[in-house]
C-alpha cells in the first residue's frame, strides 16, 4: 500500500493530508520536509500516549528533532475544557514554542480539537500539525481548521477556525482501538454516503462490516471520507453555507451528547449514527425522502453495532422538551431559529429551519420506544 495525499486547496492556508501505513514511523521526516527542524511540542492523553508517544518521539529524534517535550492530558471528552486548555497553554509557552515553532496534536478528536484551540490562540497563531490515532478523527475532525472546546451549555460552542500545516493519518494505529471506538469513528464515515454520496454509501454497507480487518478497504474509506470533507471545505471553509452539511446528524447527536453529560454513555460517532437515523426520519414525516430511507440508515448502523435509537443510550434522559431545549444551543442556530440537516434521499442532504415541531416531537417519542 502506497502513502496518499490529500491536498486541501485554501491559498496560504493550504496543507496535505497524509494517509498510509507507517506514518507516525516517519512523522519526523515528513515534519522536517515541510517546516526544517523547528522546535516541537506535544499535546496527547493518557491513553495514546502509553500506545504511540515513543514511536513518535522516536521518529521525531531520528530527523534531527530529539527535543519534543509532551504534556500528556486526561483522556476522554472532559478534558475538552477551560481547565484542561489553560494548562495546555500555560506549558507551551512554558517550552518557549514560538510562532514559527509547531505544536504536534498526537490523539484523536479531543486532542486535536483541544491542541488546535491552543495553537490558535498562542501567541495569536502558532501552527500545528494533526496526527489523529482514532477514525473519528482521521476522518473527520482533523481536517478542516475546526478547533474548540465544549460548554455546559453544548458541545464545541467555544473555538476558532485554525488550519493545520499538516495531518499525518497513520491507517496502522486504528488496529490498537477498542471495537467501541472503532465502531464510532465509523459512524462519521457512514456520514459522508449519507450527506453526498450514495454509491459510496452502497460500497460501505458491503465493505463496513469487515473494514477494521482490511488495511486496503480501509484507507479507501479514510481516504474518500477526506476528499469528501476537503472538496467541501475548499468551498465553504469557516461554514457559510455547505460546509454544514457535514453536520449531518449533529443536531440531534450534540444534544443527546450534552444530555449524558459527555461521558462514555455515550460517544461522539455514537451519538452522530443516533442523529443521522432521526434526520432521515424526520425527513420522511416531513415527506422529504422515502419511508425505506430510515429503515435502510437504521439497517445498516445495526450491521456496523452502532446504535440507531434514543432508547439505545443507557440511563435516564432528559424528556423531549429538554432534547429541544439543548439543540437550541447548538453552532447552527440563526436569528433564533433551529436549522437541521435532512435529506430527499441516500447521499442528498441539504439544510433547512423548516422543521414542523409536532414531527420533530414525533421523530423523538419515537426513537424512545
Same mark, same amino acid.
Given at each position: 500500500m502506497t502513502i496518499e495525499t490529500v491536498h486541501v486547496d485554501l491559498g496560504e492556508r493550504a496543507y496535505d493530508v497524509r494517509i498510509g501505513r507507517g506514518l507516525i514511523a516517519r512523522a519526523?521526516?515528513?515534519? =522536517?520536509? !515541510?517546516?526544517?527542524?523547528?522546535?516541537?511540542?506535544?499535546?496527547?492523553? &493518557?491513553?495514546? +500516549? +502509553?500506545?504511540?508517544?515513543? *514511536?513518535?518521539?522516536?521518529?521525531?529524534?531520528?530527523?534531527?528533532?530529539?527535543?519534543? @517535550?509532551? $504534556?500528556? %492530558? @486526561?483522556?476522554?471528552?472532559?478534558? /475538552?475544557?477551560?481547565?484542561?486548555?489553560?494548562?495546555?497553554?500555560?506549558?507551551?509557552? &512554558?517550552?518557549?514554542?514560538e510562532r514559527k515553532d509547531l505544536v504536534i496534536a498526537l490523539g484523536g478528536g479531543v486532542i486535536g480539537d483541544l491542541a488546535g484551540f491552543a495553537a490558535a490562540i498562542l501567541r495569536r497563531g502558532v501552527r500545528f500539525v494533526q496526527i489523529p490515532t482514532s477514525l473519528l478523527a482521521q476522518v473527520d475532525s482533523s481536517v478542516g481548521g475546526k478547533t474548540g472546546i465544549n460548554s455546559p451549555q453544548g458541545k464545541n460552542l467555544i473555538g476558532s477556525f485554525h488550519q493545520p500545516a499538516l495531518v499525518l493519518a497513520d491507517i496502522d494505529v486504528l488496529g490498537t482501538l477498542t471495537p467501541r471506538d472503532f465502531r464510532?469513528?465509523?459512524?462519521?464515515?457512514?456520514?459522508?454516503?449519507?450527506?453526498g454520496d &450514495?454509491?459510496? #454509501?452502497?460500497w460501505l454497507e458491503t465493505a463496513g462490516?469487515?473494514?477494521?480487518?482490511?488495511?486496503? +478497504? $480501509?484507507?479507501?474509506?479514510?481516504?474518500?471520507?477526506?476528499?469528501? /470533507?476537503?472538496?467541501?471545505?475548499?468551498?465553504?471553509? =469557516?461554514?457559510?453555507?455547505?460546509? +454544514?452539511? %457535514?453536520? %449531518?446528524?449533529? =443536531? #440531534?447527536?450534540?444534544?443527546? &451528547? *450534552?444530555?449524558?453529560?459527555?461521558?462514555?454513555?455515550? $460517544?461522539?460517532?455514537?451519538?452522530?449514527?443516533?442523529?443521522?437515523?432521526l434526520a432521515f426520519d424526520l425527513s420522511a414525516r416531513m415527506g422529504l425522502c422515502s419511508q425505506e430511507a430510515p429503515s435502510r440508515v437504521a439497517a445498516h448502523f445495526a450491521a456496523m453495532g452502532l446504535p440507531s435509537r434514543i432508547s439505545d443510550i443507557p440511563g435516564d434522559l432528559p424528556d423531549d422538551e429538554a432534547l429541544?431545549?439543548?439543540?437550541?444551543?447548538?453552532? /447552527?442556530?440563526?436569528?433564533? /431559529? $433551529?436549522? !437541521?440537516?435532512?435529506?430527499?434521499g441516500i447521499g442528498q442532504a441539504f439544510v433547512t429551519d423548516e422543521v414542523n415541531p409536532d414531527l420533530l416531537r414525533a421523530t423523538l417519542a419515537q426513537s424512545r420506544r
Open positions: 519526523g521526516e515528513e515534519i =522536517t520536509a !515541510f517546516a526544517g527542524r523547528r522546535r516541537v511540542a506535544i499535546l496527547t492523553d &493518557e491513553n495514546v +500516549a +502509553a500506545l504511540h508517544l515513543d *514511536s513518535l518521539r522516536a521518529s521525531l529524534a531520528a530527523s534531527g528533532l530529539a527535543d519534543a @517535550p509532551a $504534556l500528556v %492530558l @486526561p483522556a476522554g471528552e472532559a478534558t /475538552k475544557c477551560w481547565t484542561q486548555l489553560g494548562h495546555a497553554v500555560e506549558w507551551l509557552i &512554558e517550552q518557549r514554542i464510532a469513528g465509523y459512524g462519521e464515515v457512514a456520514k459522508y454516503g449519507l450527506l &450514495e454509491d459510496f #454509501f452502497d462490516p469487515g473494514l477494521s480487518a482490511d488495511p486496503v +478497504a $480501509l484507507q479507501r474509506a479514510v481516504r474518500h471520507s477526506v476528499q469528501m /470533507k476537503a472538496g467541501i471545505v475548499q468551498r465553504d471553509e =469557516t461554514e457559510q453555507g455547505e460546509r +454544514a452539511l %457535514l453536520n %449531518l446528524g449533529h =443536531t #440531534f447527536g450534540h444534544a443527546l &451528547e *450534552s444530555a449524558t453529560g459527555y461521558s462514555d454513555r455515550l $460517544l461522539h460517532g455514537e451519538g452522530v449514527a443516533i442523529g443521522c437515523t429541544i431545549a439543548l439543540m437550541g444551543q447548538d453552532k /447552527k442556530v440563526q436569528d433564533g /431559529k $433551529l436549522r !437541521f440537516i435532512l435529506a430527499r
